[in-house]
């Protein structure tokens, strides 16, 4: 039976846990996926096999124009006013940054506690003696590596090149992380590989103890769950709730189509300016959502009644 040992780290905003089981069933500072379904609890959907949600790719496909007020917006009038963080240095920038969140925490290095993390991984087979590389070997395509390196710089850099290549061979995505990078040279030559980093740094990752791997993170001022649906944008980086995803998905579909019909109304002189920026007809929104049905969506504005 697993034995689980959890502690609180309240300051910094995270929740950790750390498990003790037979050798190589043990998982550093890892929830039971008991713990982590309950956790997520929200989210009905599909799941990894270690509990984590797992939302469809289609629906990460529909968050690619996503802006970060549009998700906001979204996430603000259902409660979730803390899931977005700005600030970043971007390397590789363009394309939205898109996927299920992979968490990771480091604490700065304590010898005994450092000891104990690095006996834990020789008995769940880790390989290498860096920390960092741990979690890496555990990603999945569409994955994003969120990492709360607290704000390290000078030996703060989860990666260089040769780990960012490997991250990108496996997600086909990138990283987040509240700390640094090294060579940003190197990594921004990996075609397609989208990094958030507080700052770059020619330091190698020192001093720093792995103590959670898809646990409760803080980044800045949001909090970051396993499966959480990362989604950049100039702006900086949204953390969507996997149950929200797909609502979220909707409501910014929905803006674009509004504009876009209001824009055309506008040039062919059907409605004036007053009309298209202020509260619809039931005789606009009817016509609207008749343009969703040529569309080929299936969104539809409900009709309110004047």
């Known amino acids: 039976m697993m034995l689980m040992r959890r502690a609180s780290y309240a300051v910094r905003g995270l929740l950790l846990t750390a498990a003790l089981t037979v050798p190589l069933a043990a ?27 797992k939302v469809p790719d289609s629906v990460l496909d529909r968050l690619k124009d996503t802006t970060a007020e549009e998700a906001w917006g979204t996430l603000r009038r259902v409660g979730y006013h803390l899931q977005f963080e700005g600030g970043w240095k971007e390397i590789n920038p363009g394309e939205r940054l898109i996927g299920r969140a992979v968490t990771a925490v480091f604490m700065p290095y304590r010898p005994d ?12 087979g880790r390989v290498g003696h860096g920390q960092n590389s741990w979690v890496i070997d555990t990603l999945v395509k569409r994955d994003v590596m969120v990492v709360d390196l607290f704000g390290k710089v000078d030996g703060g850099t989860i990666i260089g090149d040769n780990l960012g290549t490997s991250i990108m061979t496996k997600t086909g995505t990138g990283l987040v992380v509240n700390g640094a990078v090294r060579d940003p040279t190197g990594l921004s030559e990996i075609k397609g590989f989208h990094v958030f980093a507080r700052e770059f740094h020619p330091s190698a990752i020192a001093e720093v103890t792995l103590m959670g791997m898809n646990v409760p993170i803080r980044i800045g001022h ?7 649906v990362v989604v950049s944008d100039p702006d900086g980086i949204t953390f969507i709730p996997a149950q929200l995803a797909e609502k979220v998905a909707d409501d910014s579909e929905l803006t674009h189509y509004r504009d876009d019909w209001g824009h055309e109304m506008l040039r062919e002189g059907k409605y004036k300016p007053g009309q298209v920026d202020g509260q619809w007809s039931p005789q606009m929104i009817e016509e609207f959502n008749k343009y969703l049905e040529s569309k080929g969506s299936k969104l539809r504005m409900p009709v309110r009644q004047q």
Request: glycine letters at 10%.
């Open 27 to 53: 998982q550093i500072g890892m929830f039971t996926k008991e713990q982590l379904v309950a956790l997520t609890s929200a989210w009905k959907g599909e799941r990894f096999p270690d509990g984590r949600p």
């Open 113 to 124: 506690a450092n000891a104990y993390i690095n006996e834990q991984g020789k008995n769940e």
């Open 222 to 228: 949001a909090t970051v769950l396993p499966g959480d």
